[in-house]
Nanobody, 124 residues
Framework: QVQLVESGGGLVQAGGSLRLSCAASGRTFSTYTMGWFRQAPGKDREFVAGISWNGGSTYYADSVKGRFAITRDNAKTTFYLQMNSLKPEDTAVYYC?????????????????WGQGTQVAVSS
């Protein structure tokens, strides 16, 4: 069992930066693929970024590639999403998630554990 708690959301102006954190509990954190998803009002939840169990592989949605960076610290059982050059269209509730299944990290239905979400709002 893994429990996830996000933090770091807030209001920022366009062009600014935020760093989201996701603290995980559970002994097997280091074996899980981790992902960030977001959901804007009236839209479906979408994949943002993913990272393999050892941090060796990272994956990004095209819309955030070059602006966002996902990292993890297995010793601290925490992973992060550094968001730079934020745009108003990045406004959403951001969720962290964990999965045991190896495969396409963008598939939300393969994630077993989810955080409660943290709001990110970017003003123009």
């Amino acid at each position: 069992q893994v429990q996830l708690v996000e933090s770091g959301g807030g209001l920022v102006q366009a062009g600014g930066s935020l760093r989201l954190s996701c603290a995980a509990s559970g002994r097997t954190f280091s074996t899980y693929t981790m992902g960030w998803f977001r959901q804007a009002p009236g839209k479906d939840r979408e994949f943002v970024a993913g990272i393999s169990w050892n941090g060796g592989s990272t994956y990004y949605a095209d819309s955030v590639k070059g602006r966002f960076a996902i990292t993890r610290d297995n010793a601290k059982t925490t992973f992060y999403l550094q968001m730079n050059s934020l745009k108003p269209e990045d406004t959403a509730v951001y969720y962290c998630a964990a999965r045991e299944i190896i495969g396409d990290p963008s598939l939300s239905y393969e994630y077993s554990y989810w955080g409660q979400g943290t709001q990110v709002a970017v003003s123009s």
